[in-house]
């Protein structure tokens, strides 16, 4: 039979579930609608869909290396309490092995990855939410290989809080280690100076010379200021730029380049930011219990 547009609605409407899950469980109960709600059910979608509009600002970030090939990830929860939680982190393991053996581009290609014969990193995750009764999701994840004169530094902190990812070319482990405890440590947006967006870099211009022209600097003069102090930003969000935390007579990337090395590429994950987060209002959540939400 075939699934319409309007099938789906009517599905979605009824279940809160997304409109994929929605057309495949059509499909698989051949239009059959109350099936179709009997198989999100099973499947726990159904149940996990009323969670979608909750805030899942906690969690854990990770990372997974094997060989030439490495994985940093990013999951969410809802509360601190889950990201504790062992079955929580046995989900993230199974979520990084998988997308280590793989070449996804997209949360929607991760999504769609097995963990099993029987099982995608989706359906993994829905069965959790279910399962945990918190909103899970998979945020944010790259996929770094390196070439036999590179090494990869990793370093978690705070039991997967804040994860930084480099790659280093000449340079061996410990120098690559340390510039990604920097990158923990130091928060850098950028690696080089280019790398920083023009419009970026334009917005900060005309910040730092608003500032300068309003303590009664001169047009000329003040373009002259901002030009050093562009120098100065660079050493805040560019991690080649930062001065070294081990000796800070050193920048970086000289510090990387005493060792033989360069810097390639990093990736810094800390959870959560940049996303709304949960607001607290345990008379309201009580009440959502009650009630059945």
Known sequence: MEVTASMVKDLREATGAGMMDCKKALAECDGNMDEAVNWLREKGIAKSAKKEARIAAEGLANIYIDGAKAVI???NSET???SKNE????MIDTIGASLLKSNAKTIEEAKELKVNDNQTIGELIIEKTAKIGEKLSLRRFAIL????????G?????GGKIATLVVIKGANGEVAKDVAMQAAAMKPLYVFPKDVPADVLDNEKAVLKEQVINEGKSQDMADKIVEGKIGKFYKEVCLAEQAFIKDGNLSVSKYVANNGGEILKMIRYE?????EKRNENF???????VKGN
């Not at 079955?87 to 046995?90: A, D, Q, R, T, V």
């Not at 959870?271 to 996303?275: D, K």
């Not at 008379?283 to 219990?289: G, H, L, R, S």
């Open 87 to 90: 079955e929580f982190k046995e």
């Open 80 to 82: 601190d309490f889950v």
């Open 283 to 289: 008379a309201e959540e009580v009440m959502n219990q």
């Open 73 to 75: 990830l990013e999951v």
């Open 154 to 158: 990793s370093y978690i902190h705070m």
């Open 271 to 275: 959870v959560g930011e940049g996303m």
């Open 145 to 152: 290989e390196k070439n036999s004169d590179e090494e990869f």
